[in-house]
Structure formats: structure tokens, C-alpha cells
């Protein structure tokens, strides 16, 4: 996942990624990151496998972001869209995944608005 703002230091409310993919871009900067950011993440997923997770955790946590990661287990790929199904290349739409990173999400804007 790019994190775009996120990743150049701008300082915004908030920044979710749903099943995203971790790789930087070649060439980052070092910057402070200055967005809280919210992973929602299906730890079966073959795009963003858990290296990767490891990769960004640390990346996080070394630019000093305000960071949480929920994985879902038994969860790949394009958990949120209705139209995946594809489980052998390890994308499925899981509506419980679905629900519960939603659900996260609107409580991560509520609280990031709450101090605006």
C-alpha cells in the first residue's frame, strides 16, 4: 500500500487501508509520519502476506506513527468486495471481515473527527 499523504509527512485525520498492499515506493524518504493509520487486513492474503505485515509494522512504528493493525483470520484478498471469488488465488469476499473492519473504521473516523 502507498500511503501517498500519509507516507510524505502531511498531517491528516486519518488513513485506513482495507486489504491493502505494504510496499513502499523505491526511494522513500525518511519522514515522520504524522497520520494515524488504521490496517484492515486479511492475514491470508497472498498479496500482503505476513512479511509484509512485519515490513510495515516496523516501518510504522520507526516513523513514530499512531498505528493499529486488525487481521482477520482465515481471511484473504478483497475480503470487503461482494464479487470476489476466487479462493484459489486467495481472494473471497468475507461478509463477517466485511462487517467487522467496516464497523472499525467508522469508529477510527469517529474518533479521529471527535478531536478535530
Known amino acids: 500500500m502507498y500511503?501517498?499523504?500519509?507516507?510524505?509527512?502531511a498531517k491528516l485525520l486519518g488513513l485506513v487501508s482495507f486489504h491493502g498492499i505494504f510496499d513502499?515506493?523505491?526511494g522513500l524518504p525518511e519522514l515522520k509520519i504524522n497520520t494515524p493509520i488504521l490496517l484492515l487486513h486479511g492475514w491470508n492474503d497472498p498479496l500482503a502476506k505476513p512479511?509484509?505485515?512485519i515490513q510495515?509494522?516496523?516501518e510504522l512504528t520507526r516513523k513514530e506513527a499512531i498505528w493499529e493493525l486488525n487481521a482477520y483470520g482465515h481471511v484473504g484478498h478483497a475480503f470487503t468486495n461482494p464479487k470476489?471469488?476466487?479462493?484459489?488465488d486467495g481472494m473471497l469476499y468475507n461478509a463477517k471481515a466485511d462487517r467487522n473492519a467496516w464497523n472499525r473504521m467508522l469508529a477510527f473516523f469517529d474518533d479521529a473527527?471527535?478531536?478535530f
Open 3 to 9: 500511503f501517498g499523504f500519509g507516507r510524505s509527512g
Open 24 to 26: 513502499a515506493p523505491p
Open 51 to 53: 512479511e509484509d505485515v
Open 56 to 58: 510495515i509494522t516496523e
Open 84 to 88: 470476489a471469488s476466487s479462493p484459489e
Open 113 to 115: 473527527l471527535s478531536s
